[in-house]
T-cell receptor, first 115, second 111 residues
Framework: NAGVMQNPRHLVRRRGQEARLRCSPM?????VYWYRQLPEEGLKFMVY????????ESGMPKERFSAEFPKEGPSILRIQQVVRGDSAAYFC?????????????FGNGTRLTVT | AQRVTQPEKLLSVFKGAPVELKCNYS??????LFWYVQYSRQRLQLLLR??SRESIKGFTADLNKGETSFHLKKPFAQEEDSAMYYC?????????????FGKGTRLHILP
């Protein structure tokens, strides 16, 4: 089992471009979480998805950010018209069920740099 | 408000000395607490959770609801304990569970 796979590992975008971050959960996991880590900050919850459903997006900025987890394929975190403040490490985690009973398995993260 | 506070950014401890990483939480519901660890060049991974009442790699953590704390302790530090430690709080009522993290404490074990 390869674990949670995130790609790309590093992503450089100019201001105004779109960033697409991909996350393939562990085999058999149907729960995906996205977190953002800014310099000197901890992991900030962004969104929790199950297959084809957004369960909790309370941590997502209201504009430019969206996430999906389709029936087939990886989960995608999309950032439109990126700005310098979007530069951060974005981590994806997956679990087999409710996070209380199933530990989160993290990917290696995608480091986004906006120039 | 739901919040996890780790007051120390960096904690340096001599090998063989006791370790205590502090964590306080704020949550009106019934808390589920976890410690996650990230060793150098490795992924963030679960270390332990309060519901299991287990000791992992010599570490223990007791949930103190009166003080709203979940400090991580180890009686004798080892060099391989050097890592980034995150305290985490599970919130929700079942279908909408999520885990929120503190800012983390970097533990540096001195030889």
């Amino acid at each position: 089992n390869a674990g949670v796979m995130q790609n790309p590992r590093h992503l450089v975008r100019r201001r105004g471009q779109e960033a697409r971050l991909r996350c393939s959960p562990m085999k058999g996991h149907s729960h995906v979480y996205w977190y953002r880590q800014l310099p000197e900050e901890g992991l900030k919850f962004m969104v929790y998805l199950q297959k084809e459903n957004i369960i909790d997006e309370s941590g997502m900025p209201k504009e430019r950010f969206s996430a999906e987890f389709p029936k087939e394929g990886p989960s995608i975190l999309r950032i439109q018209q990126v700005v310098r403040g979007d530069s951060a490490a974005y981590f994806c985690a997956s679990s087999a069920g409710s996070s209380y009973n199933s530990p989160l398995h993290f990917g290696n993260g995608t480091r986004l740099t906006v120039t | 408000a739901q919040r996890v506070t780790q007051p120390e950014k960096l904690l340096s401890v001599f090998k063989g000395a006791p370790v205590e990483l502090k964590c306080n939480y704020s949550y009106s519901g019934s808390p589920e607490l976890f410690w996650y660890v990230q060793y150098s060049r490795q992924r963030l991974q679960l270390l332990l959770r309060h519901i299991s009442r287990e000791s992992i790699k010599g570490f223990t953590a007791d949930l103190n609801k009166g003080e709203t704390s979940f400090h991580l302790k180890k009686p004798f530090a080892q060099e391989e304990d050097s890592a980034m430690y995150y305290c985490a709080l599970g919130v929700g009522t079942g279908r909408d569970d999520k885990i929120i993290f503190g800012k983390g404490t970097r533990l540096h074990i001195l030889p």
